[in-house]
């Protein structure tokens, strides 16, 4: 089983979204990537595609969210994989043009890892992208061990 980890994107503008697959196939020839046009299709695919015990190898390693899609944007989409606990040791990063202080209020409410605004610049998106997918990806532990341990102990294991 191929242990890199999967980002998923959910992106209606065809334009950022094959700039984001771009920056991603620089940073890493032959990552695997998924992506959604809409918050709705994103959603519907983590809650049939996940099972309910997730080993690191089936979850994603990193998840991207523009707040601003048809049927349901980035922000509810947060929500709901946070309130359904659909994966959540995976990062979850808001990508937006948005620079608005309600959007990236909410989203850090929801339990957003990161809310990182798109540059206009082409060199400058590239850069954000593979910075955020190297942070994300091979810097940023995300305690998958942990998780499996802490529902095995319980809360008897937080001595």
């Known amino acids: 089983m191929n242990d890199t980890p999967r980002i998923l994107i959910a992106e209606d503008d065809v334009n950022d979204l094959m700039l984001t697959r771009r920056a991603l196939s620089r ?5 695997p990537v998924k992506d959604f046009q809409t918050g709705v299709a994103i959603l519907e695919y983590l809650q049939a595609s ?11 390693g990193l998840i991207l969210l523009d707040i601003k899609m048809p ?18 040791a995976t990062p979850i ?6 620079q ?7 989203a850090y409410a929801a339990c957003a890892n990161s809310f990182v605004r ?7 998106y590239m850069e954000i992208i593979q910075r955020l997918a190297a942070y994300w990806l091979d810097t940023n532990l ?3 061990g942990l998780s499996l341990q802490f529902s095995e102990q319980g809360a008897a294991g937080l001595g």
């Open 142 to 144: 995300t305690g998958a």
């Open 100 to 106: 608005e202080p309600r959007d990236i209020a909410r």
């Open 71 to 88: 049927l349901m944007g980035g922000l509810e989409v947060l929500e709901q994989i946070r309130e359904k606990r659909l994966c959540p």
């Open 118 to 124: 798109k540059p206009g610049d082409y060199v400058q």
């Open 93 to 98: 990063v808001i990508y937006s043009s948005s």
């Open 50 to 60: 996940l099972p309910l015990e997730q080993t690191a190898e089936q979850r994603p």
């Open 27 to 31: 940073f890493r020839q032959g990552l």
